[in-house]
T-cell receptor, first 115, second 113 residues
Framework: AQSVSQHNHHVILSEAASLELGCNYS??????LFWYVQYPGQHLQLLLK??????LVKGIKGFEAEFIKSKFSFNLRKPSVQWSDTAEYFC?????????????FGTGTLLAVQP | ETGVTQSPTHLIKTRGQQVTLRCSSQ?????VSWYQQALGQGPQFIFQ???????GRGNFPPRFSGLQFPNYSSELNVNALELDDSALYLC????????????FGPGTRLTVL
C-alpha cells in the first residue's frame, strides 16, 4: 500500500539549533516528493518539492531536503531554526506519471522552536 | 494572482444533515482536489475534478460527491453527515490533472454534532 511515514510527531528545539525531520515513503513507482508547512492559523504552504534532477533541493526560508532513492527517504533539514519556524510540517508524495494528482501525506510533525 | 479560496470558513451541522463546501481555484489552474484532514492527521485525498468530471477518488463513500464548474471552481457535497465527518476540508488546485504541484486553500472547518 502507498504510504508516507514521518517518524517525529513532536519536536522541540531552541533557536539556532539544527533541524532534521524524517520522511520515508512506500510507493511502487517513480514519485514526486513534497514538504508542506502549516504555520499557526495559516493554510498549507509549499516549502519545497522534488520532481527530478539534483536530489538535494532547496526551498523557501532556508530549508532543504535530500531525496535518497535507495532509502525511500526525503528528509527535511535546516541548519539553524528560528522561532518563526514553529509550525506543522507535512511530507507528501504523488505518482510522477499518474493520471490523477493524488497526494499521499504523512501524519505531520509539530515543531516548536523556543526563543 | 489570486490564490485558492474556500467558503465558508466554519460550519456546524447535525448528524444526518447535508453540507456543501465551495472552492475557487487559483488563476490558471484547471484541476481541483479535495482532502479531509482529521485532527492530528495528515490530509486524506477524497477526489479530484478535471474538465468537470471526477478524475480519481480516494477511500470515501458515495455520500461524498462533488462538482466542477466551467470556471474550474468546485463544490464538495456530503450527505447523511456522521460525527466522524468532523474535520478540516481542504481544497487544492493545480495546473494539470497529472503529477503537478498542488496549492491549498485555507480550508473549511466542519463540526458535526
Amino acid at each position: 500500500a502507498q504510504s508516507v511515514s514521518q517518524h517525529n510527531h513532536h519536536v522541540i528545539l531552541s533557536e539556532a539549533a539544527s533541524l532534521e525531520l524524517g520522511c520515508n515513503y512506500s510507493y511502487g513507482g517513480t514519485v514526486n516528493l513534497f514538504w508542506y508547512v502549516q504555520y499557526p492559523g495559516q493554510h498549507l504552504q509549499l516549502l519545497l518539492k522534488y520532481f527530478s534532477g539534483d536530489p538535494l533541493v532547496k526551498g523557501i526560508k532556508g530549508f532543504e531536503a535530500e531525496f535518497i532513492k535507495s532509502k525511500f527517504s526525503f528528509n527535511l533539514r535546516k541548519p539553524s531554526v528560528q522561532w518563526s519556524d514553529t509550525a506543522e510540517y507535512f511530507c507528501a508524495v504523488n505518482a510522477a506519471r499518474g493520471a490523477t494528482n493524488k497526494l499521499i501525506f504523512g501524519t505531520g510533525t509539530l515543531l516548536a522552536v523556543q526563543p | 494572482e489570486t490564490g485558492v479560496t474556500q467558503s465558508p470558513t466554519h460550519l456546524i451541522k447535525t448528524r444526518g444533515q447535508q453540507v456543501t463546501l465551495r472552492c475557487s481555484s487559483q488563476s490558471g489552474h484547471n484541476t481541483v482536489s479535495w482532502y479531509q484532514q482529521a485532527l492530528g492527521q495528515g490530509p486524506q485525498f477524497i477526489f479530484q475534478y478535471y474538465r468537470e468530471e471526477e478524475n480519481g477518488r480516494g477511500n470515501f463513500p458515495p455520500r461524498f460527491s462533488g462538482l466542477q464548474f466551467p470556471n474550474y471552481s468546485s463544490e464538495l457535497n456530503v450527505n447523511a453527515l456522521e460525527l466522524d465527518d468532523s474535520a478540516l476540508y481542504l481544497c487544492a488546485s493545480s495546473r494539470t490533472e497529472g503529477a503537478d504541484t498542488q496549492y491549498f486553500g485555507p480550508g473549511t472547518r466542519l463540526t458535526v454534532l
